[in-house]
């Protein structure tokens, strides 16, 4: 009776463990830790509602997010390692590129930059800023390319106007709001709904004024990215699964609630600027899909802008692998 009992007991032992897995799924395979960098706007509603919502978590993952003050800090946090993934302009990924040394690849697009050239109430064109001061994020990068790039072509240079660093777009609303003497800047979601109310001026839309512009992206160290090819094609899915949620039409009343919350937001600005994030030609690219055309222009913009009229712009194929999310894609559905 004892030998029969001790026979049969491996056997239970597995049985009885194979139930434990199959009642306890998630038991069978922890969580991916995955460290996410992002700016602290509008622009971060899919990593808060993808955590909020369990997204993240039903597709392996456990996101620990980090919120930036700056692109310099996002850039050389990513270099140091102490982010697996950044969500940011991909004009950053460039300079990391191209100015830092570090190799980078981009992985995915997002949107087109949610950007709008604020300036204080007296300011009644883009000459009048002559002699001003433009508040940027870092002097030698994305958004501040950008403005260097609008004000020459109102005839202003190098020069004409002085560039004050002074960090994420919450601070350059901030400064803006605090000192006239700052008198303009680049602002995106929720700020330039933000700057509005507060009596700021637009003077227009980036997009409009320069064209198709490849802004927001994921990139991670290309390093780091090959070694982990089946987490980062299985994360851009998650993102894709939770970009599709903020902005299904149902799910509106919640991501509105989330951008109260998160953004600290009135409930009239969080409206506000959901209906803007929710225009494709202007915040969320549906699927954060890449723009190649968007993409190109920014190339050609940070030749002309940081190098000399003329230079020839490098290969997209430099910075880009795509392949990632070709994956993710499949993985998600469409």
């Known amino acids: 009776m004892l030998s029969g009992t001790i026979a049969t007991w491996p ?19 922890e969580p991916t830790l995955l460290r996410v960098n992002a700016f602290p706007n509008a622009k971060a509603l899919p990593l808060h509602a993808g955590i909020a ?24 946090g990513l270099a140091a390692g102490k982010f697996d993934v950044v969500h940011s302009a991909v004009d950053n990924a ?15 697009g997002g949107d087109s930059g949610m950007n709008e050239f604020f300036v204080q109430a007296d300011i009644k064109s883009f000459a009048d800023l002559r002699g001003r001061t433009i508040v940027v994020d870092a002097p030698d990068t994305a958004y501040a390319l950008q403005a260097k790039k609008i004000l020459l072509q109102h005839g202003l240079k ?16 901030k400064a803006m709001l605090e000192d006239k003497g700052h008198a303009g800047g680049i602002l995106n979601l929720p700020f330039t709904v933000q700057a509005e109310q507060a009596g700021l001026k637009s003077l227009g839309r980036t997009i409009d004024m320069l064209g198709p512009y490849q802004a927001a992206g994921a990139f991670a160290m290309r390093s780091w990215a090959e070694r982990n090819r089946d987490t980062v094609d299985r994360y851009l899915a998650a993102y894709v699964a939770a970009l599709r949620w903020v902005r299904d039409p149902a799910n509106r009343a919640e991501s509105v609630a989330i951008l109260v919350d998160k953004l600290r937001l009135s409930g009239q600005e969080a409206e506000r600027t959901y209906a803007l994030l929710m225009d494709p030609g202007f915040g969320f690219t549906p699927d954060a899909a890449f723009d190649r055309e968007g993409f190109r222009n920014m190339l050609a913009l940070r030749a002309e ?30």
Request: proline fraction near 6%.
């Open 11 to 29: 056997w239970c032992m597995a049985l009885a463990f194979g139930l434990s897995l199959a009642t306890n799924p998630t038991r069978a395979q």
């Open 53 to 76: 919502t369990g997204v993240f978590e039903q597709r392996g993952f456990k996101i620990e997010l980090h919120l930036t003050e700056n692109s310099r800090s996002q850039r050389e």
């Open 94 to 108: 460039v300079a990391m590129i191209e100015v830092a040394k570090h190799d980078v690849v981009i992985v995915s």
């Open 158 to 173: 190098d020069g004409d106007y002085t560039v004050k660093p002074v960090g994420a777009g919450i601070y350059r609303f």
């Open 305 to 334: 802008i940081e190098r000399k009229p003329g230079t020839a712009a490098p290969p997209p194929e430099r910075y880009v692998d795509l392949g990632y999310y070709e994956r993710a894609i499949k993985l998600v559905g469409r």
